[in-house]
């Protein structure tokens, strides 16, 4: 593969960054000397306790949703359910901060739904606690987990259930004991990205009053000025990252999947008019809360304004797509040149595999490698040098899927196939315009929309990278919900929440149309 040696020339500055990032990163954040009066053992076993009950309740939570929606949706037949097999995953434009100064305004003391309760004896709880945080956390990232086990389902779902109805099990019988065991791979991937996801949080737990090892961090790098203090904060956070990276693999490792693809054509099962009335209201209750309830409060919120600043939002709305497309171009182009250098280079799969693993790692302990790495080593700031410090962070975080698809797209390249390449062995460029592409296109696409849709979600890094007076639109979300400001947040939040549901939809479409990625 002769024709490919180009791509793995191009791929080896990002493989030497960020091998030396991670390495750079460890050497500052465990040998230099900090300020152990900040770090003491008593505040590291609170953000530890926090951050892992925060991060468990979220994904078990969210297993609970979403399991059995993606088993209905799957294999039931019930008013809507076209419908909901694919609303029900909007929650994900939805930024978990979002999510939660939304909710802490519809259950604050001085809300109308709260004043209105409160005049029939009712008084609605707290949600600024773990439990509350969790609930808010598993509503906007339960999509994570749905979309995974339903793709699951797709694969194993119809031979096994038909086998399993075979031998007399009934319906739940048959779910349980056959259904559950194989689509165990796809829970604990989709649980994964729910912990990940949510120990890279930022701006929900802190409008939630959770402190978690983000916000310890952030508090050590901005409310002390301590950074050394806030590079050893985020090693022990990567470390517990990696802890969780090796459970999850060991778990997917002991659940072997029980059967493959069908081409057979699965009958949904009929249900009773009750039972279909059941699961209809259920679907729609869950829909109204997670998508139709927060929508329309942004709604009231930002219209109810005496002068609305939908306007005013629209300088950081092209500050937030310069970062989405900026990011994304920059991650795909290096991913689809790791994933050709992968196909090429046996040796090189190893450093591939690690410098393609940062969506495991939080924002904020990227940004904080980043910033900790270039004042020790070039006593400056990364954040001189405009966006581009926010680009390499984004890419190295977001550079997992964008890879992941692409790679899986040249794997399906045939032997034979790439035999008949010899005779572009010598040009790099036809054999790449004229087989390769047409290979990856579907998968760039995708890796493209998904790049950017993160990359204009992600709020600490952005907080912590973003060069002085750049502003964005999930930064100044969190600098209006940091003061408590619910109806100037919900301009930003609409905007947002528009261009990711756009990105939503062209997902959703793209892997329609290209289900082999």
Same mark, same amino acid.
């Given at each position: ?141 339960? #999509? ?297 296109? #579907? ?23 973003? #060069? ?23 301009? #930003? ?25």
């Amino acid at each position: 593969m002769q024709n490919l040696k180009i791509w793995t020339y191009l791929s080896l500055p990002w493989l030497s960054f960020a091998i030396f990032f991670f390495c750079a990163f460890f050497f500052i954040a465990f040998f230099k000397e900090i300020d152990s009066t900040y770090i003491s053992n008593s505040y590291l076993s609170g953000l530890f306790f926090n951050t892992i009950m925060l991060s468990l309740g979220s994904a078990i939570l969210s297993s609970l949703i979403a399991v059995p929606l993606a088993i209905l949706v799957t294999f039931y037949k019930f008013p809507g359910q076209k419908f909901f097999s694919w609303a029900l995953s909007l929650s994900i434009a939805f930024p978990a901060y979002v999510y939660a100064f939304i909710y802490v305004g519809i259950f604050e003391y001085a809300s109308p739904i709260s004043e209105y309760l409160r005049g029939i004896q009712i008084n609605l709880p707290s949600i600024k606690n773990i439990y509350g945080a969790s609930i808010i956390m598993s509503m906007a990232l339960f #999509p994570y987990i749905f979309l995974l086990t339903k793709a699951q389902l797709s694969y194993v779902g119809a031979g096994l259930f038909k086998a399993a109805k075979s031998l007399g099990d009934s319906n739940l019988r048959a779910i349980r004991r056959v259904i559950i065991p194989s689509i165990k791979p796809a829970i604990y991937a989709g649980m994964a990205l729910v912990i990940f996801e949510t120990i890279s949080d930022f701006g929900g737990v802190s409008t939630l009053r959770v402190e978690t090892f983000t916000v310890g961090i952030y508090d050590a790098w901005f409310g002390y000025q301590n950074y050394y203090s806030a590079a050893r904060l985020a090693g022990y956070l990567l470390i517990f990252v990696l802890f969780i990276i090796f459970l999850n693999r060991y778990l997917g490792a002991k659940s072997a999947t029980l059967a493959t693809k069908t081409a057979e054509t699965f009958e949904r099962i009929e249900l009773s008019t009750l039972s279909q009335c059941t699961f209809t209201i259920i679907c729609a209750l869950l829909f109204i809360v997670i998508f139709c309830v927060p929508l329309t409060q942004l709604m009231i919120w930002h219209f109810g304004e005496i002068e609305s600043t939908f306007y005013q939002n629209f300088d950081i709305f092209f500050n937030s797509l310069l970062i989405g497309i900026s990011a994304a171009i920059f991650t795909v182009f290096f991913a689809m040149s790791l994933s050709l250098s992968y196909k090429k280079s046996k040796f090189l799969r190893p450093i591939i595999s690690i410098s393609s693993s940062g969506y495991a790692v939080p924002g904020s302990v990227i940004s904080a490698g980043l910033l900790v790495g270039f004042d020790f080593l070039f006593n400056t700031s990364i954040t001189l040098y405009g966006i581009f410090g926010l680009i390499l962070c984004l890419s190295l975080r977001f550079m997992t899927p964008a890879f992941n698809y692409i790679s899986s797209s040249l794997a399906n390249i045939s032997k034979s196939s790439e035999n008949a390449l010899t005779t572009y062995s010598k040009n790099s460029f036809k054999a790449f315009t004229l087989f390769y592409l047409p290979q990856m296109r #579907p998968a760039i696409s995708l890796g493209i929309m998904i790049v950017f849709i993160e990359s204009i979600k992600e709020q600490p890094a952005t907080l912590l990278l973003r #060069p002085v007076g750049f502003d964005t639109l999930s930064t100044k979300i969190y600098n209006y919900t940091s003061e408590g400001q619910w109806e100037m947040a919900s301009g #930003p939040s609409l905007l947002l929440i528009f261009l990711s549901l756009i990105f939503v939809y062209l997902i959703n479409k793209n892997l329609d149309l290209n289900k082999n990625i």
